[in-house]
């Protein structure tokens, strides 16, 4: 298979038809060709040749995308997306060599779970990313809103007024409305008189207390506001700045595998210790989409993997920095 431009034809076209053969060859290109990753499997003295499994491949520890360019080819990107964060913390960044892959492949990857989303209303209550600019998330909604096409989208930052005015307008003309909205965000909604003028609609919390407010388990979250908001399940959205992929969960906090991201665990004693097999530990994943950065990324991220492939994000690491998308404990 040719790389990179004709391995991401094949995932725009909703490929490749077997993941774990499209992941090993991106391995070995990828070690190959990415400075960075190449530069960690020699220190890790780790030859290419002998990985034929997923669980043999080693994985790159996410903090590479704070202090190198992890890129798998030269190029000049096209956009920079940057992790969220406060002003003392190190910002992750992820070198793009093509926008319009990402928008349509983000696009892919939610019309395969939720439909086309021509004709359906998106609104984003996402004050934090706007604010620090440079977000992959934005970009992604973005999209979705130019993709459906209809006056009452919209990102909000503190009008709530308006925000339940354009849910109202959608509802009456029978419109299918998805609310992204940042966690301390949905909160403070959720708290406000007209919170059950939201009812009806699909929700995502897409993580992140962002210092504002306490960090609770996942139950005590969406209990609060499947009630406010008189909803039957609040969905989620996993995905990082470096990541190109996204997974979903329509409720209970249990994310599917999209068709190019899948994860694995690893054993929170021993990083090199990893296993395709359903059980609970430090969540890695493979990207198939992350062709011209690295596909093999080692997260900061607790979780459980179930025997269909589905998994739940339990935590995070004592020692990381406190990610937006997706910082749930449970």
């Known amino acids: 298979m040719g790389f990179p431009e004709e391995y991401k034809k094949i995932i725009i076209q909703k490929g490749p038809p077997d993941f774990t053969t499209a992941a090993l060859e991106l391995f070995q290109y990828q070690a190959q060709h990415n400075p960075v990753y190449q530069a960690y499997l020699k220190h890790l003295k780790k030859d290419p040749a002998q990985v034929k499994e997923l669980p ?28 969220s964060g406060t002003t003392l913390q190190q910002r992750s960044q992820h070198l793009v060599a093509h926008t319009d892959f990402y928008k349509k492949h983000a696009q892919n990857l939610f019309e395969e779970t939720y439909g086309p989303l021509a004709g359906s209303v998106v609104l984003a209550l996402l004050p ?29 930052l503190q009008n709530h007024n ?4 354009a849910v109202q307008e959608a509802k009456a003309s029978q419109k299918k409305v ?11 909604l959720a708290e406000e008189p007209g919170a059950q003028e939201l009812s009806g609609i699909t929700i995502f919390e897409t993580g992140g207390m962002k210092g504002r407010r306490r960090e609770m388990v996942r139950e005590e979250l969406h209990g609060i506001l499947t009630k406010a908001f008189g909803a039957t399940a609040i969905h989620s959205e996993y995905g990082m700045t470096e990541l190109l992929s ?19 665990v690893r ?14 530990g430090g969540v890695n994943v493979i990207d198939l989409a992350n ?40």
């Open 178 to 188: 998805y609310l992204f909205g940042v966690t301390y965000a949905l909160l403070d």
């Open 291 to 330: 062709v011209d950065s690295c596909a093999f990324i080692e997260t900061k991220d607790l979780g459980k993997l179930y025997a269909d492939g589905s998994f739940e994000v339990m935590g995070r690491f004592d020692n990381s920095d406190i990610r937006g998308c997706n910082l749930l404990v449970s």
């Open 162 to 165: 308006d925000l339940r005015k």
């Open 56 to 83: 043999q491949i080693p994985f790159l520890p996410i903090e590479f995308f704070k202090t190198h360019q992890v890129q798998s080819r030269p190029f000049t990107p096209q956009t920079i997306f940057k992790s």
């Open 246 to 264: 996204q997974a979903y969960s329509t409720g209970e906090g249990i994310f599917q595998p999209s068709r190019t991201l899948r994860v694995l």
């Open 267 to 280: 054993d929170v004693n021993d990083p090199f210790t990893i296993t395709d097999q359903a059980g609970s």
């Open 128 to 156: 934090s990313y706007l604010e620090q600019g440079d977000s992959s998330l934005v970009m992604m909604v973005d999209h979705f809103m130019q993709v459906s096409g209809q006056s009452q989208n919209g990102f909000f």
